[in-house]
Each structure stands twice: as C-alpha cells, then as structure tokens.
C-alpha cells in the first residue's frame, strides 16, 4: 500500500493525543519536554515558547535516539514529550515517529499559536 499524507496524518492523529495549550503547560511544568519541531526560519519569525527544546523535524531520529551521536540528552523515551509545529500537522507525524521509536508518553499541543493563545511564555529569537 502506498503511504499519503492523509493517511499518514490519520494514523499520526489516532495514535498522538491532541492536547490544548493549557494541558501542555501543565505537562510542561510537571517536566515533560516542550519540543518545537519548526525550521529555524518559523523561529525567527514567531518566537519561540520559553524553554522549549528546538528540533527541526528533519533532525527528530538523530536527536531522540539515545545511541545516536547527535542525541539530544533531554529527549528520554520515558520522559514525557509536548510536540508543537505552526499548525499540528508536523507535530502530529512526530509525534507517532517518536512513539514508533519507544517514546511512551507523546502528545500534539498543534500549532505555536495554540501555546501563546493559552497564555504561554514567548520570547524572540
């Protein structure tokens, strides 16, 4: 069967639980790990939420596996992961990517804006 995105996203947004902006910083606060997976350029241009970890998605598999040489020390399978993008469709296929990886506890809060509407900290790059 070949893979679309719908697809792709319809088993992503099965699998990654949607969570709002207010259940993230709680989550957040608890110690799950806030991950922006936007390009740098998004970062420029919006901001970013006070101490999220950045990762463009093109990176995520080098970052989130321990045995890699470019893994990111704060990314652990079973830490919890808050996963946003611009708009959800990114974090979501992240999202089911980390979970396929062992991740255990993985959820799409969707898009930035979705943080700042809920009264999130931001800051400029």
């Known amino acids: 069967m070949v893979l679309t995105l719908k697809t792709m996203l319809d088993a992503a947004n099965a699998a990654v639980p949607r969570i709002s902006g207010a259940e ?27 101490g999220s970890v950045h990762c463009p998605r093109g990176l995520l598999e080098f970052r989130a596996d321990p045995a890699s040489a470019s893994h990111d020390a704060r990314l652990q399978p ?11 469709g990114r974090a979501a296929l992240a999202g ?16 930035f804006k979705d943080w700042k509407e809920s009264g999130g900290a931001v800051e400029a790059i």
């Open 96 to 111: 089911k990517l980390l979970l396929d990886m062992g991740y255990t506890q993985v959820f799409n809060l969707g898009g």
């Open 24 to 50: 993230a910083q709680a989550k957040v606060a608890a110690g799950a790990v806030l991950l922006d997976i936007r390009d740098g350029t998004e970062l420029q241009e919006m901001g970013r939420a006070v």
């Open 78 to 88: 079973d830490r919890p992961v808050v996963l946003h993008c611009a708009a959800g």
